[in-house]
């Protein structure tokens, strides 16, 4: 199938097949290690192309670095639309693969606890990107954030992004119901309009997960019986909070405290996680970066172990007292 950019009218030679998903697959491409094309299974529907020319049009250096965000897009010989151009993305895991000591040991084996923090920084100011140039991820889950050697994040997925434009949204049809907000539960992901302020709970439990060793929010121990993490959501039964008692809920056994990583941090995932129906005071991204990089500039060594950090104002290691514990 020949292959050319609608904006100059060059042609793209594909070469290896990098990867393959639900909507197509991705390859490389000949004479450009810089970019890939993903290659729809299905030619996509007007508004999928009304949205992808949107988004080449809108494309910048600082979307380019926080996102794999479409910079062309691809006709075939008849002028259809086959797929698109994005930046190629390196040598990167999910971000999932930092959650567990044990995968963590396999996937980044000098990774320790600064590096977590720094993880977690670089994913808030690629959001905070997104966020700035006016648009919403809306399907934000540890299944499209990427995670380089480095620490550095990027997003992927990114035509499923939801884009504002000055006339219309184009809208994200797709989520994950363990990082959607509550206020959005019970109702068809086709369709909705999200906001920033809903990417901000998402954010919120994947920075949870990255500091807590995967261990979701809403994941606890309930006095009345079974409780999935889905209806605690939707319940705002966020197991960390210390009003969660009077409701029945508390942390799993053998989980760090709330305050593990300083006041600061607690507090903001009080806001994120409030009881609050729709709550708008949700940390932005902004607020994470500097809640995040003060507890980075916190982290003092562990006399025990070279990869536990924990905040100079704890009186001992908190990795060494969990192990003990467990």
């Not at 100011?125 to 620490?151: F, I, S, T």
């Not at 210390?242 to 507090?267: D, H, N, R, V, Y």
Request: a negative charge; proline letters at 6%; glycine letters at 8%.
């Amino acid at each position: 199938m020949q292959l050319n950019r609608r904006s100059n009218n060059a042609s793209v030679h594909l070469v290896e097949q990098l990867g393959r998903g639900g909507e197509g697959v991705v390859y490389a491409i000949a004479n450009d290690a810089n970019v890939v094309a993903k290659i729809y299974s299905q030619p996509p529907a007007a508004e999928k192309i009304e949205k992808l020319e949107l988004m080449a049009r809108m494309s910048n250096a600082s979307l380019s670095r926080a996102a794999a965000w479409p910079i062309d897009v691809l006709v075939d010989e008849q002028g259809e639309v086959r797929g698109l151009l994005m930046p190629r993305i390196q040598a990167r895991q999910d971000i999932h693969e930092l959650y567990s000591p044990r995968s963590r040991s396999e996937a980044f084996p000098e990774a320790d606890v600064r590096f977590l923090v720094n993880v977690g920084i670089s994913l808030a100011r690629a959001l905070d990107c997104v966020h700035r140039n006016g648009h919403v991820v809306g399907d934000l889950n540890h299944g499209n954030a990427l995670v380089d050697e480095d620490g550095s994040v990027v997003l992927i997925d990114a035509d499923s992004f939801q884009i504002n434009a000055a006339d219309r949204s184009y809208l994200c049809d797709v989520g994950a119901p363990l990082f959607t907000a509550p206020e959005l539960h019970g109702r068809a992901f086709r369709g909705m309009h999200r906001t920033q302020n809903h990417d901000a709970f998402g954010l919120a439990v994947l920075l949870f997960q990255l500091l807590f060793m995967g261990r979701h929010p809403f994941a606890g121990r309930y006095s009345g019986g079974e409780m999935p993490i889905e209806r605690a959501i939707r319940e705002h039964l966020f197991a960390y909070d210390p009003s969660a008692a009077s409701l029945g809920m508390s942390p799993p056994p053998f989980t760090l405290p709330l305050q593990t990583f300083g006041e600061e941090i607690a507090a903001l995932f009080l806001r994120a996680f409030a009881r609050a129906e729709g709550s708008s005071a949700r940390p932005t991204p902004s607020e994470w970066i500097a809640g995040m990089e003060k507890l980075r500039s916190s982290l003092t060594a562990c006399s025990v172990s070279v990869y536990h950090q924990f905040p100079e104002t704890a009186r001992t290691c908190c990795w060494c007292e969990l192990e003990l514990e467990s």
